[in-house]
């Protein structure tokens, strides 16, 4: 697409990010994120610009070393449709998979967008308890009704979450 550009965030976006995100929120199609969780997790953002202009952003969030969630992916409701979208979801793709990333996962209304990118719905439950964590924030908790995708990247470098949960160093305690 002639004119867009998708670069990392900066801080300075975080205000568009939130329009953007939260704006969509209410609309029901997305949930709303906070400033603080935004700022704090500037670093797994990408955001799109048409000619300079901010239309869309998205988030690579770490899980574990096997495991990442594409999140607070959003388009410009002025801009959708025109595979900004699918390019701001291939850069974090092609992020998880430099960092030797295994799966990905998301949580989503629209699972037809992940479809296309070669995800494929799953049960809630297959997932490690871990990515549940900030559902703990979510206004939809225990009523959730977001539908989770994953997509495998890298079938034998996906590690059992029990066995390196086991296997990590760990701090030393006081008197060890
Ligand atoms: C979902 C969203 C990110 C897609 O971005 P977009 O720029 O409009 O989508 P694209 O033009 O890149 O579409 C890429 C492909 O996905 C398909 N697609 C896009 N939205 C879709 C939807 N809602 N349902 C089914 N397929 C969809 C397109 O048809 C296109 O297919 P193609 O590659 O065969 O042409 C955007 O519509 C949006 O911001 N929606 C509101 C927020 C949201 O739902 N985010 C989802 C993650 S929580």
Redesign the pocket.
């Known amino acids: 697409m002639e004119g867009l550009t998708i670069r990392k965030a900066r801080v300075a976006d975080a205000t568009r990010i939130l329009g953007l995100v939260n704006e ?1 929120a209410v609309r029901q ?2 949930l709303p994120r906070s400033p603080a969780s935004v700022l704090e997790n500037i670093r797994d953002f990408v955001v799109a610009e048409q000619d300079g202009e901010f239309v ?1 952003c998205g988030a690579l969030h770490i899980v574990w070393s096997d495991l990442a969630e594409i999140r ?4 410009d409701p002025d801009a ?8 701001m979801a291939e850069t974090l793709i092609d992020e998880a998979q430099d960092l030797g990333i295994a799966k990905l996962f ?1 949580f ?3 699972p ?2 992940f479809d ?1 990118l070669g995800f494929a719905v799953v049960e809630h439950d297959t997932l490690p308890h871990k990515v549940f964590q900030d559902c703990m924030n979510c206004p939809k908790f225990q009523a959730c009704d977001e539908i989770a995708v994953e997509r495998v990247l890298d079938e034998t470098n996906s590690v059992s979450l029990r066995r390196e949960v086991s296997e990590l160093p760990r701090p030393a305690r006081a008197g060890d």
């Open positions: 969509l199609v997305m869309g607070s992916i959003a388009v959708q449709t025109r595979g900004i979208g699918k390019r998301a989503t209304y629209v037809g967008f296309k």
